[in-house]
């Protein structure tokens, strides 16, 4: 068993969005954990893997019993304590309720709205060298990149732009989101705080941040 903390603090300038996020650092030492609790949920309920998850690998037990505990974390500031669907596979989200999980190999996050209609988060560590080299053609669309600004590296651009378009597609209907790819969906705006994509399924605003090890980024759907 692991205790774990959990930060809520909300990179983005944006009301009626809560957020739960782990990182993994505080899990180094852990090799073969069945559960994780939070030291800030109360009453402490655990998170198991799952049976369908058994056989799985170290990395995707730890994903998912670190999403699972965000979604709760974040669930549990809404009010929705009592809810145990956070821990169904797939998740299913409490009616009224938004939700998105996402992680990388640097730790799990998990957002809830009751403003929203459908929101979508994604984290993701910064591209080396050859991995925006092999991506790029997947990521951009035609003329994106002629939205990088000077400050920004091509690494870190594309990895701006792969993580806001996975929380789009994230914030799409599940029965919008099939044949749906990166490269469809270009960019019209590009700031500090926020991005514009516009593809076949319309336009979406996204926020975003990044640091020197990875990017996050959020879509809402109103």
């Known amino acids: ?14 009301a009626g969005i809560v ?17 994780l609790v939070s030291e800030t949920i109360q009453p402490v309920r655990r998170i198991c893997v799952p049976s369908q998850l058994s056989r799985a690998g170290f990395r995707r037990r730890r994903d998912w019993m670190s999403g699972r ?10 009010g929705r304590s009592a809810d145990t669907n956070a821990t169904k596979l797939p998740i299913h989200w409490p009616a009224g309720v938004a939700g998105s999980i996402s992680h990388d190999r640097l730790g799990a996050v998990a957002a809830v709205s009751t403003r929203f209609r459908r929101i979508g988060v994604d984290r993701q560590c910064v591209f080396d060298n050859d991995e925006a080299t092999l991506l790029a053609p997947i990521i951009q669309a035609p003329g994106d990149d002629g939205f990088r600004p000077d400050c920004i590296s091509r690494e870190k651009f594309l990895t701006i732009l792969f993580c806001a378009k996975e929380a789009a597609y994230k914030a799409m209907p599940m029965n919008m989101q099939h044949g749906q790819t990166m490269d469809r969906y270009s960019l019209r705006a590009f700031t500090p705080d926020y991005l514009q994509l516009l593809g076949p399924r319309g336009s979406f605003f996204l926020w975003w941040h990044i640091n020197e090890t990875g990017a996050t980024s959020l879509a809402i759907e109103t």
């Open 1 to 14: 068993m692991r205790a774990v903390k959990i930060n809520t603090r909300i990179p983005f300038a944006i």
């Open 19 to 35: 957020w739960a996020e782990l990182d993994y650092a505080q899990l180094r030492d852990v090799a073969q954990d069945s559960f």
């Open 69 to 78: 505990l965000c979604a709760m974390r974040a669930l549990e500031q809404i």
